[in-house]
């Protein structure tokens, strides 16, 4: 199950450097994860400061 970026991003990017596959790139200003790249590791979701990414 791949995880989602939610409107709540405030587009801090913390995500992107905590992704260990690389999964998460920057699209006008807020995260965007490959749900073909993400394998539900968790990483995202634990730095993310706003609580934007959900399990899909």
Do not use: N, R
Not at 21 to 35: F, R, W
């Amino acid at each position: 199950m791949a995880h989602f970026v939610t409107d709540a991003c405030i587009g801090c990017m913390t995500c992107i450097d905590e992704c260990p596959h690389g999964c998460i790139s920057e699209v006008e200003t807020k995260a965007l994860i490959d749900a073909d790249c993400c394998v539900d590791c968790g990483a995202c979701l634990e730095a993310c400061p706003s609580d934007a990414i959900i399990a899909e």
